[in-house]
């Protein structure tokens, strides 16, 4: 647990509320938290869902991994406390675009299962949907992928930490939807996580 370092600060609240914007925006607001290995597909099928949201009329946005270290997380690096505090920040701006009413798709390795449970905990107290998504891919698979060549370099120990190879990674128990990167295409697999928010009454048609 994160301690509140600040002790004069105060919360208020302002005269819009989620409902206000939710029907502004004709959705309601959702972060889809797609991890797994390195190469397993989380970038490229986050963003063909963010691509047909959109399209859909759907407002929605992705906040991806590499993305966010170029800036809010430029100071963290990739051992385990890193990791940690990666994850933690990531799950607070996420349920704060989700607040918005944003469909937020996030692409984390997020290899710790704590904190993604972390993650999931801060939308269950804001009342906010977590959908965890884990994108299937053995690390076989994606080392034939590999078009960074990280894995590579790992092998070689010239990258330490790298989940996968030197570092852990630890499969969701319980995730919503498990999309297999080697069976589906970046489409097939955004088609399905469509009907999930379908059905849980995410994409309500604007009135």
Not at 11 to 20: L, N, Q, S
Not at 124 to 130: E, Q, R, S
Request: neutral net charge.
């Amino acid at each position: 647990m994160t301690t509140q370092k600040a002790t004069n600060v105060t919360w208020h609240e302002g005269h819009v509320d989620r409902a206000d914007r939710n029907k502004l925006l004709g959705q309601s607001g959702a972060t889809i938290w797609f991890t797994g290995l390195p190469s397993s597909g989380k970038s490229t099928i986050a963003f063909t869902l963010e691509h047909a949201l959109v399209e859909r009329g759907h407002l929605a946005y992705v906040l991806d991994g590499d993305n966010i270290r170029h800036g809010l997380n430029k100071n963290l690096g990739f051992s385990p406390e890193d990791r940690n505090e990666n994850i933690r920040r990531l799950g607070e701006v996420a349920k704060l675009f989700a607040d918005a009413g944003v469909l937020v798709c996030t692409s984390f390795i997020s290899p710790y299962r704590q904190d993604r449970d972390r993650a999931r905990q801060i939308h269950a107290d804001a009342g906010l949907p977590f959908i965890e998504v884990f994108v299937k891919a053995s690390v076989e698979l994606c080392e034939t992928r590999d078009p960074k060549g990280l894995y590579k370099k790992a092998r070689a120990g010239e990258l330490k930490e790298f989940t996968g190879v030197s570092a852990p990674y630890e499969e969701p128990l319980n995730p919503e939807l498990v999309l297999d990167s080697g069976e589906l295409s970046p489409q097939q697999a955004t088609e399905i996580v469509l009907l999930y928010l379908a059905t849980k009454g995410l994409l309500a048609a604007k009135g």
